[in-house]
């Protein structure tokens, strides 16, 4: 049993934890941590970012309820935010796996965090608060995911400590405390990085419950609203035109952020599928999309922009043609069809085909004026409609059935 262990403070990595034991501890050399902390073992894996069995070890010598696994795991590691795109089901399969002290398999972990060459993070803002608040500085867990480049709280840059060796990372103690840290704050940080740090601190901070919805991507349905969406019959997930949008994201970020990130425009349409779960890529596309975390990860799926248009051309009572519904919509016969099917709408223009065709037993002609004719071509453009004669018909039916309904009001 261990007689002493420091509580965790807000948003601490686990790895700071142990870090801050071995300085109260009194202990000279780093095995005798380990050995304390972990007995029987001369070596662990203490620097993880994602829970390993290190948690359920420590926690065991414990006394009962002093830590509880579920609340390390899910506000010491890097386990929501890696976690974040995965079903609900799959999310809390693994949380138990991890509260057993079992190390879930992660394969975007593996892809983003190369601990090789990764060093940890602080932020110089962050540690001064923290020496204000709690008498020293620690570790955060949201300064190591991987992609981030700046504190999402102060909006500076994070920096790394060269001295720091990756591979002694695993069973060495390097607490934040006791290093020399930078006080440099200010840099030029590109606007779309802040959005970007935000969006990754949320992934992190936001309870585990927010969680994909299997059966629609609300960022792939905002792109398409931008868009970028290609209408297909054979597919009920949103597919979105991946090599024009993979161009003006790197336009936006940087040819060798998407790269890096992406790696190839197929990820793109891979993602509106939720067939991958790297964060860091939502993120990306998310940002670019200008959506919030609470609308991607929200149970009511995003309207779509060709349905609302076409329901409210249906419903507008104006004499359309087919030909006028396609350029108001900007598609394709063919793409009109599959909007049609897809939305379960009725092809509302044919039944004006009989209206159009009865009008031709009964013509009129009539003459107007340069004045009148300005006026009524006023009229026409703020009506909606296109054709001349379906407006004149409308104004004079709309006359008609106005006064029959005064007529039969005062008999």
């Not at 709280?153 to 990756?166: A, W």
């Not at 049609?340 to 509302?348: M, N, Q």
């Not at 909606?384 to 007529?407: L, P, T, W």
């Amino acid at each position: 049993m261990l007689t002493y262990f420091p509580m965790p403070y807000p948003g601490e990595w686990w790895y700071s934890v142990l870090c801050r034991y071995h300085v109260r501890s009194g202990n000279i050399k780093q095995q005798t941590t380990i050995r304390e902390l972990f007995p029987g073992r001369i070596t662990a894996a203490i620097s993880s970012i994602f829970p390993n069995s290190t948690i359920r070890q420590v926690i065991e010598q414990l006394p009962s309820d002093w830590l509880l696994p579920e609340a390390v795991i899910t506000q010491n590691t890097l386990f929501p935010y890696y976690t974040r795109f995965f079903l609900a089901e799959k999310k809390t399969a693994l949380l138990e796996k991890a509260c057993l002290g079992e190390t879930p398999t992660i394969t975007s972990l593996r892809r983003s965090a190369n601990l090789s060459k990764w060093r940890p993070r602080y932020c110089p803002q962050c540690a001064e608060e923290d020496r204000a608040i709690y008498g020293e500085a620690y570790w955060h867990i949201e300064h190591q995911i991987p992609f981030l480049k700046i504190c999402p709280n102060h909006k500076c840059s994070l920096y790394v400590l060269e001295e720091i060796q990756p591979s002694h990372l695993g069973y060495t103690f390097y607490p934040l405390e006791a290093q020399v840290l930078c006080l440099d704050k200010c840099k030029d940080i590109p606007l779309w990085q802040r959005t970007v740090a935000s969006i990754l601190w949320e992934y992190e901070t936001l309870p585990l419950k927010p969680a994909i919805a299997e059966n629609h991507n609300h960022i792939a349905a905002c792109l398409s609203n931008m868009g970028y969406g290609v209408i297909q019959n054979h597919s009920p997930n949103v597919i979105l035109d991946a090599k024009r949008l993979y161009q003006d994201m790197a336009d936006y970020y940087s040819p060798e952020v998407m790269e890096d990130i992406f790696g190839d425009v197929c990820i793109i349409n891979r993602a509106c599928k939720w067939g991958t779960a790297s964060p860091e890529r939502y993120a990306l596309l998310q940002s670019f999309a200008g959506v919030s975390s609470e609308t991607v990860f929200s149970d009511r799926p995003v309207s779509d922009h060709y349905a609302d248009e076409l329901k409210v051309l249906q419903c507008s009572g104006t004499h359309l043609t087919k030909k006028q519904v396609l350029e108001q919509l900007s598609v394709t016969p063919s793409q009109l069809n599959i909007l049609l099917k897809k939305y379960h709408l009725e092809p509302f223009w044919r039944q004006m085909g009989g209206e159009c065709a009865e009008l031709g037993r009964h013509r009129f002609s009539f003459a107007l004026n340069d004045e009148e004719f300005a006026r009524f071509k006023q009229a026409l453009r703020k009506s909606g409609y296109r054709y001349d004669s379906h407006f004149i018909r409308q104004c004079v039916m709309a006359y008609i059935d106005a006064n029959q309904k005064e007529g039969s009001g005062d008999s």
